[in-house]
């Protein structure tokens, strides 16, 4: 009963946060009540207006308040490639390495015992988007990981018989880590050395 | 421009919390949009109503939504303790002790060099809550270092003519620590152990 009811729901709603426990929580409630108002107005505010209207791009699947992103909208960009990733995270790192083609966002991986499925993570769209005018290579840029891997793995069989060069990015990036946290220059190498797993047969 | 506008806004936003760079900003920004928006909705309409509403109770300047917060309303506590301390989390530390007694908060320390006198930290509010009815120790609880010793000492002048016991509390507390850090077990020894630095002259 050391704080009020409300300072306490602050503390508590805090937790929401990655990695902020107790105590951190207790820290960020009170120097924002003690110390900036203005700027906890502005987050509340902000989030509010991210939470409700950040929706995702139609075709890339990234997070976008517009119906499409800036990727996808920029006529400057190359075509011919696409990198699946897992994540809008993972499209900020690999952008760090001036990668210049397209995206597509799969929002997490195949998981076949939590029941998540290739609907659950976008696959059919991925189907129509691959087979779109221009496409040439499909690069697989999921996190090397063993759930990464197998998506990947399992994408490779659903393009093949599509007249594309499928590649993976190249085990520059360490096994067992997440896409990321590798740093820019390991991730622009992976890139650059990504190997072909399925040619076009013609 | 990995990021849309109004996710990169909330990146930003999310900076004003204490010990958030730019990469935490990222993850919790990622987080709440791709895992928890019901989370995020909640925080963003908890953190409005808490940077609105809640001020400082009447009688200790504690944070409160209320005119007067609950420990000042609790009729079972003991009215001739006062505990003098620099923050709300130091109220929240000392009652883990299992303290019984009254509070008043200062909101930080005397400060001659950045122009923070006696009236910004409330101290002629102090004054008038120690002439109370039924207050018989003050009991100073600044934090141990050079200014909160010298806070507790310029409080101490102050109080010396009103017939009350004032005291320190002990030094089992680490010389240039900040309260909050300390632990229960060390924060009741301190406590227990305060000495008198005057008593009525009667
Ligand atoms: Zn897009
Ligand atoms: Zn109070």
Redesign the interface.
């Known amino acids: ?7 306490r ?2 503390m508590d ?2 937790r ?4 902020v426990g107790q105590k ?1 929580a ?9 110390r ?2 203005p ?16 929706g995702y791009c139609q075709r890339c699947q990234t ?4 119906p499409t ?3 996808c909208r920029n006529a400057q960009r190359d075509d011919s490639l696409l990198c699946i990733v897992q ?3 993972d ?2 790192a690999i ?1 760090q390495t001036g990668y210049q083609g397209r995206y597509f966002v799969l ?1 997490g991986h195949l998981s076949p015992l939590d029941g998540i499925g290739p609907e659950d993570i976008g696959l059919p769209q991925l189907l129509t988007r691959a087979q779109e005018p221009g496409v040439r290579e499909v690069i697989l840029a999921t996190n090397p990981t063993v759930e990464g891997e197998a998506t990947a793995h399992y994408i490779a069989q659903q393009l093949s018989t599509l007249p594309l060069v499928l590649s993976r990015i190249a085990h520059g990036v360490p096994l067992g880590g997440e896409l990321e946290l590798v740093d820019g220059g390991t991730l622009a190498h992976a890139l650059a050395g990504r190997r072909p797993l399925i040619s076009p047969a013609n």
């Open positions: 009963m050391s704080f009020s009811p409300l300072v729901q602050l709603a805090l929401v946060l990655p990695g951190t207790q820290r960020m409630a009170l120097h924002l009540l003690e900036n108002r700027g906890g107005i502005q987050l509340a505010q902000t989030l509010l207006q991210a939470m409700e209207r950040v997070l976008s308040e517009e992103c800036a990727q994540s809008p995270m499209v900020f952008e929002h």
